[in-house]
C-alpha cells in the first residue's frame, strides 16, 4: 500500500507539472497585454524591449480617453449592461411563469421558446436589422439592446430552479391576499438567490462583451460600445500596439475581476443547469 | 393551482415571448421571404423596386467562388477545430481531477479565464502575438530563441486558417473543461476502485470506464461545438478580414458582409438559411447516432 500511496503521489506531481506548464501558456496572452500596455509604443517596436517595461507609462490609458472616444464608449457599455438586468428580470418573470402555473398552451410555447435557441445569429440579423429599421430604431441604444434583451437559455434556467419552490408557500400566501405580482417580487425572487447569481454575472459579462448588435445598428460613434471602439481603435492606430493593448487591458481586467471575485456562483452554475 | 388568477401566467410570460416572437420566431419567415428577393439598400428605400426573382439567389450563392470557399474554410474549421476541442478540453478536465486541493481549483480558473474575456480585446491581443515582426511579435521573439525561422501567422494563406484555430482553442477549451469535469465527477468512485483491485492500468481505466461514462457530455460538446464553428464570426472579423486571399473568410463572415457591407440583403438571406439547413441536418443527424448507440447498450 505504501508504494501504491508513492506512485499516486509521484502521479499527482507529474500531472501538477504538465497543468502548470499549460496554465503558464493560457495566461500567457493576459500577462504579455498588461506589459505591453504600460510600456511605450517605442519600446515594443524597438529590438531591445523586454518581458517588463523599462519605464512604466500610464500615457497609453490616458490617451484611450483623450485620443479616443472611451469615456462615451464606456457609459455606453453600462447603459447596455444595465438594460440586459431589465432583461434578465423579464427571463425570470417567464421562467416564473412556466414553473408554478398551469395554463393552456403551456408546453407549445416553452417548446417554442426551447426552440428559438436553435436559431443561428446569422438567420436573424439581417431580418432583425430591416425591422429595426422599420421601426426606426437603428442608430439608438434601444435598438442595440432590444434584440438579445431576453434569451430561451435564461428562461429555461429559471423554470428549472423556481420549479423546486414548494407550492404550498404560494398558496398561504394567497391566502392571506397576496397579488402574483407581490408572489413574484417579495416571495419568489429572494428565493431565487443561486440562480439569479448565477444569471447576474453572466448577463454582466455578456452586456460588456456585446459586439454584433454595438457594430450593426451604431453608426454613430456615440453609441458604440468598448468592443465597437477598440475594432475602431485597431484601425485607426494599427501600428500604436502599447495603445491597442492598453484599450484591451481596460476591456478584458475588470471581468477576470469580476470572475475571480465570484467565480464560485459561476462554477456553481453548470450544476444548476443538470449538465452532468 | 386553482386560486391562481387565470390571466396571471400570460402576465409573466407576455414580455418574453412577445420579444422572442418579434426578434427570433418572426425574422426566420422575413428571412425566408427576402431570400427570395433582390432586396438591397435601394429597396429598402423605395420597396416598389423590390422584385421577386424565385430561387436566382440560392442559384447564384451555390455558383459563387467565394462562397464556395468560405464553406470550404468552414469545414476545414469544423474538422480540424472541433476534435482539438474535445480532447484538450477532456483532457484538461481529466488531469484536473485528479487532485481536489487549492491547486487543482485555481488551476480550473486559469483555464477558463480566457472564455470570460471579450473576444475583440482578445482578437486585438492575439494580432499583436501573431506579428511577423521580429521585434513585435511575441510568438516569433520565442520561435526566436530556439533558432525556428519566423512564421508569417496571419499573412501566410495556408498558416492563417490554423493561426485563428489555435486562438479560438485557447478561447474555447475552458467551459468545455468545465462540463466535463462536472460529469466526471459525476462517476462513482467505486468503479476506479474496482478496477484498481482488478489490476486494470490506468490507460484502460480511462478507455473503459471514463470515456464510455462521459458519453453524453462528449455528444453534447460535440455538438455545440459543431455548431459554434460553423457561426465561426469575430475572430476572422477582427484578425484578418477574411484575408489573406479569403483563406479565412468563414460562411458568417461571408454573410455578414453581404448583408451589411455590400447591402445585398435577399443574397445574404439565401446563405443564411442555406446554413441554418445545414446547422439543423447535423444536429439530428449526430441525435440519431447518439439515440442509435443507447438502443445498442440496452
Known amino acids: 500500500m505504501n508504494s501504491y500511496k508513492k506512485a499516486q503521489k509521484r502521479n499527482k506531481v507529474i500531472v501538477g507539472v504538465i497543468l502548470i506548464i499549460g496554465g503558464i501558456i493560457a495566461v500567457t496572452p493576459f500577462i504579455w497585454m498588461m506589459l505591453s500596455s504600460f510600456k511605450t509604443n517605442a519600446e515594443i517596436v524597438s529590438m531591445e524591449s523586454g518581458l517588463l517595461p523599462k519605464e512604466w507609462t500610464f500615457q497609453n490609458f490616458i490617451d484611450l480617453f483623450e485620443k479616443m472616444n472611451f469615456g462615451v464608449y464606456l457609459k455606453n457599455t453600462l447603459i447596455i449592461t444595465a438594460f440586459s438586468f431589465g432583461g434578465m428580470f423579464l427571463n425570470a418573470m417567464a421562467g416564473y411563469g412556466f414553473a408554478k402555473y398551469r395554463f393552456k398552451g403551456r408546453n407549445s410555447l416553452f417548446i417554442m421558446i426551447l426552440a428559438t435557441m436553435m436559431i443561428p445569429g446569422q438567420v436573424t440579423m439581417i431580418p432583425v436589422y430591416l425591422i429595426l429599421n422599420n421601426l426606426g430604431l437603428t442608430n439608438t441604444l434601444a435598438g442595440i439592446v432590444l434584440p438579445g434583451l431576453v434569451g430561451a437559455y435564461g428562461i429555461f434556467l429559471f423554470r428549472q430552479f423556481m420549479s423546486t419552490i414548494s407550492d404550498e408557500l404560494l398558496e398561504a400566501a394567497r391566502l392571506d391576499g397576496a397579488s402574483e405580482f407581490y408572489i413574484f417580487t417579495r416571495i419568489i425572487i429572494p428565493l431565487s438567490k443561486p440562480i439569479l447569481a448565477v444569471q447576474g454575472i453572466l448577463t454582466f459579462i455578456a452586456g460588456w462583451n456585446s459586439f454584433m448588435w454595438p457594430l450593426i445598428i451604431a ?57 452532468k | 393551482m386553482k386560486s391562481a388568477n387565470k390571466k396571471a401566467p400570460y402576465f409573466f410570460i407576455s414580455p418574453a415571448i412577445i ?55 468552414t469545414i476545414y474549421y469544423v474538422v480540424i477545430g472541433v476534435p482539438l476541442v474535445v480532447i484538450i478540453s477532456l483532457g484538461l478536465a481529466i ?72 486562438l479560438a482553442l485557447w478561447r474555447g477549451t475552458g467551459i468545455n473543461m468545465l462540463i466535463f469535469l462536472a460529469a466526471l465527477q459525476g462517476i462513482p468512485p467505486e468503479y476506479y476502485e474496482a478496477a484498481e483491485l482488478d489490476g486494470a492500468s490506468k490507460w484502460n481505466q480511462l478507455r473503459y470506464i471514463t470515456v464510455p461514462m462521459l458519453k453524453f457530455s462528449i455528444f453534447f460538446v460535440s455538438v455545440t461545438t459543431i455548431i459554434g464553428w460553423l457561426q465561426f464570426f469575430e475572430e476572422p472579423f477582427v484578425m484578418t478580414e477574411g484575408g489573406p486571399l479569403n483563406s479565412t473568410t468563414s460562411i458568417s463572415l461571408f454573410l455578414y458582409r453581404n448583408g451589411f457591407q455590400l447591402n445585398e440583403f435577399g443574397y445574404a438571406a439565401a446563405g443564411s438559411l442555406i446554413l441554418f439547413v445545414v446547422i439543423i441536418i447535423i444536429t439530428l443527424f449526430q441525435l440519431r447516432g447518439q439515440l442509435k448507440n443507447n438502443e445498442n447498450e440496452m
Do not use: C, H
Open chain 2, 95 to 166: 488531469l484536473i481531477n485528479v487532485g481536489d486541493g487549492r491547486f487543482f481549483s485555481f488551476m480550473r480558473l486559469v483555464f477558463y479565464s480566457p472564455s470570460i474575456t471579450n473576444i475583440v480585446a482578445v482578437s486585438v491581443v492575439w494580432t499583436f502575438l501573431y506579428n511577423p515582426n521580429i521585434a513585435i511579435g511575441l510568438f516569433n521573439q520565442i520561435l526566436d530563441l530556439v533558432g525556428i525561422a519566423p512564421v508569417s501567422w496571419l499573412l501566410d494563406p495556408a498558416v492563417a486558417k490554423l493561426s485563428l484555430i489555435i
Open chain 2, 19 to 73: 420579444l422572442l416572437l418579434v426578434f427570433s420566431i418572426l425574422p426566420i419567415f422575413i428571412a425566408l421571404f427576402i431570400s427570395f428577393t433582390d432586396l438591397s439598400l435601394a429597396g429598402l428605400a423605395d420597396w416598389s423596386r423590390v422584385n421577386f426573382i424565385g430561387i436566382d439567389n440560392y442559384k447564384n450563392i451555390l455558383a459563387d467562388p467565394i462562397f464556395i470557399k468560405a464553406a470550404g474554410n
Open chain 1, 219 to 275: 453608426n454613430d460613434e456615440k453609441y458604440y460600445t468598448l468592443s465597437v471602439g477598440l475594432q475602431l481603435l485597431q484601425g485607426q492606430y494599427g501600428n500604436n500596439y502599447a495603445l491597442q493593448m492598453a484599450g484591451a487591458t481596460f476591456m478584458v481586467v475588470p471581468i477576470i475581476i469580476i470572475f475571480l471575485t465570484f467565480q464560485k456562483y459561476i462554477l456553481q452554475g453548470f450544476n444548476v443547469s443538470g449538465l
